[in-house]
């Protein structure tokens, strides 16, 4: 009989040891895996939360702005001396005047043209238009003395929040130190306050920081978007039910296949390319309308909605359609009674996430002229307009300080956008989702 090493033997092996320490080493080399996933993990959510707490800390003062409280002096001699509270007369009147009155009023001792100069630069260039509104809105207003409240100058207003060092020396900073004193003067008498900024929400673009707002870019996205889903949805749908379901398995309808899933890696300035070459310079559309804007981000959202469509129909079990075809109905009711209604939750998540990109892209519509100063609000999709991340390039591209802070608000609006849409892609996929 042949002897059998008893396992005190075998443990001693050479053939033991070997394997006792490959296994130490795949041990080791698999906790070494994990954290390094481990502290790719944290490096990644260190970089993010860096990133959005930069901005959010450059963007937060800017849903404030500094208004400054005047008396100003509606006279009637000066705004409509026929009382005929004709618009057009009241309209045309010097809202500059009673805003400088009232300015000299509370500094008296201010002489010269200079000193008089920067002191009605502390009240934003767009307050007659302020006051303008406001008459025109009520003209009971005009004979009477109101304290109004003002929007205060980019530059007070970046004084106010805390963001202008006044230890540098005075030629190095925009404010000047009488600037400043006057600022205090307010202050003291409570006429300076930081109110919530509604012009950030309701205006259009403007060369004056105070006013700027993004609401025109809003409203220019939004036309966007709803020409971009109309047109790349149906289609979209359209082009994945045929494919799926209809074309036959060809060479033509693999090229077709390949050239789908090549166009939804195509750098988005190509499609701007596309949009300037046909939309523009051939079919003589308007330029930096949301019209052209919509149609190019529907070329470049098509192929994204198209897969997306794709995987959800394949998603259908095939016994739906086995058991359709088994009671009488025909092809076309199969997939219109049956498969869309089941496949529609996955065609709608990737179409939000599809128009979530959308929102975020830029190089296309630089191409087709949507970089434009825009400061009327569209008023529809010919109209000329901007739309977000543009409005965010241009403020960007702006060297005032003030600027700054509205660029990063921007941007916290628009990541408020895309979280929105791609939790309500998450809500649809969960809400209509069904298991087999």
Same mark, same amino acid.
């Given at each position: 009989?042949?002897?059998?090493?008893?396992?005190?033997?075998?443990?001693?092996?050479?053939?033991?040891?070997?394997?006792?320490?490959?296994?130490?080493?795949?041990?080791?080399?698999?906790?070494?895996?994990?954290?390094?996933g481990?502290?790719?993990?944290?490096?990644?959510?260190?970089?993010?939360?860096?990133?959005?707490g930069?901005?959010?800390?450059?963007?937060?003062?800017?849903?404030?702005?500094? $208004?400054?409280?005047?008396?100003?002096?509606? @006279?009637?001699? *000066?705004?409509?001396? %026929? =009382?005929?509270? #004709?618009?057009? /007369?009241?309209?045309?009147?010097?809202?500059?005047?009673p805003?400088?009155d009232?300015?000299?009023?509370?500094?008296?001792?201010v002489?010269?043209?200079?000193?008089?100069?920067r002191?009605?630069?502390?009240?934003?260039?767009?307050?007659?238009?302020?006051?303008?509104?406001?008459?025109?809105?009520?003209?009971?207003?005009?004979?009477?003395? $109101?304290?109004?409240?003002?929007?205060?100058? @980019?530059?007070? *207003?970046?004084?106010? %929040? =805390?963001?202008? #060092?006044?230890? /540098?020396?005075?030629?190095?900073?925009?404010?000047?130190?009488?600037?400043?004193?006057?600022?205090?003067?307010?202050?003291?008498?409570?006429?300076?306050?930081?109110?919530?900024?509604?012009?950030?929400?309701?205006?259009?673009?403007?060369r004056?920081?105070?006013?700027?707002?993004?609401?025109?870019?809003?409203?220019?996205?939004?036309?966007?978007?709803?020409?971009?889903?109309?047109?790349?949805?149906?289609?979209?749908?359209?082009?994945?039910?045929?494919?799926?379901?209809?074309?036959?398995?060809?060479?033509?309808?693999?090229?077709?296949?390949?050239?789908?899933?090549?166009?939804?890696?195509?750098?988005?300035?190509?499609?701007?390319?596309?949009?300037?070459?046909?939309?523009?310079?051939?079919?003589?559309?308007?330029?930096?309308?949301?019209?052209?804007?919509?149609?190019?981000?529907?070329?470049?959202?098509?192929?994204?909605?198209?897969?997306?469509?794709?995987?959800?129909?394949?998603?259908?079990?095939?016994?739906?359609?086995?058991?359709?075809?088994?009671?009488?109905?025909?092809?076309?009711?199969?997939?219109?009674?049956?498969?869309?209604?089941?496949?529609?939750?996955?065609?709608?998540t990737?179409?939000?996430?599809?128009?979530?990109?959308?929102?975020g892209?830029?190089?296309?519509?630089?191409?087709?002229?949507?970089?434009?100063?825009?400061?009327?609000?569209?008023?529809?999709?010919?109209?000329?307009?901007?739309?977000?991340?543009?409005?965010?390039?241009?403020?960007?591209?702006?060297?005032?300080?003030?600027?700054?802070e509205?660029?990063?608000?921007a941007?916290?609006?628009?990541?408020?956008?895309?979280?929105?849409?791609?939790?309500?892609?998450?809500?649809?996929?969960?809400?209509?989702?069904?298991?087999?």
């Amino acid at each position: 009989m042949t002897d059998v090493p008893d396992s005190g033997q075998f443990a001693r092996s050479p053939a033991a040891e070997r394997v006792s320490a490959s296994l130490k080493r795949r041990y080791a080399a698999e906790k070494r895996f994990r954290l390094y996933g481990l502290v790719s993990i944290l490096a990644a959510i260190s970089f993010l939360l860096f990133l959005l707490g930069s901005i959010v800390s450059n963007g937060y003062s800017a849903f404030w702005q500094s $208004q400054i409280r005047l008396e100003v002096e509606f @006279s009637k001699a *000066d705004f409509d001396p %026929k =009382g005929t509270d #004709d618009p057009k /007369v009241i309209g045309g009147a010097n809202f500059n005047a009673p805003i400088r009155d009232a300015l000299r009023k509370l500094f008296p001792a201010v002489e010269g043209r200079a000193n008089l100069r920067r002191l009605y630069g502390l009240i934003s260039p767009s307050a007659p238009f302020t006051l303008r509104n406001m008459v025109l809105a009520d003209t009971s207003l005009i004979g009477t003395r $109101q304290s109004v409240w003002l929007p205060a100058s @980019s530059d007070v *207003d970046v004084f106010v %929040k =805390g963001q202008i #060092d006044v230890s /540098v020396p005075e030629d190095a900073r925009r404010i000047k130190d009488q600037d400043i004193a006057w600022i205090q003067a307010l202050q003291e008498r409570s006429d300076v306050e930081l109110q919530f900024n509604t012009a950030l929400f309701s205006n259009g673009d403007s060369r004056d920081a105070e006013v700027a707002g993004i609401w025109g870019a809003v409203v220019g996205s939004f036309y966007a978007l709803l020409i971009c889903l109309v047109l790349s949805f149906p289609l979209g749908v359209m082009a994945a039910v045929y494919l799926e379901e209809f074309a036959p398995k060809n060479r033509w309808t693999d090229l077709v296949e390949v050239n789908i899933n090549n166009l939804a890696a195509v750098p988005s300035i190509v499609f701007g390319l596309l949009g300037l070459a046909v939309f523009l310079n051939f079919f003589d559309l308007p330029r930096s309308a949301p019209l052209v804007g919509g149609m190019v981000l529907a070329l470049m959202t098509l192929p994204t909605i198209i897969i997306a469509a794709r995987a959800a129909l394949k998603a259908v079990p095939p016994s739906i359609r086995e058991a359709a075809l088994g009671v009488g109905a025909s092809k076309v009711q199969t997939i219109t009674h049956h498969v869309l209604p089941l496949a529609m939750p996955g065609m709608l998540t990737g179409t939000i996430i599809g128009m979530a990109q959308a929102l975020g892209e830029t190089a296309p519509l630089l191409m087709i002229g949507m970089v434009a100063f825009i400061v009327d609000i569209p008023g529809g999709p010919l109209d000329p307009a901007t739309v977000l991340p543009v409005q965010v390039y241009l403020w960007a591209d702006s060297p005032e300080r003030a600027f700054v802070e509205r660029t990063s608000a921007a941007i916290m609006v628009l990541l408020a956008f895309l979280i929105s849409m791609n939790l309500l892609a998450i809500i649809l996929r969960k809400r209509f989702e069904r298991r087999w």
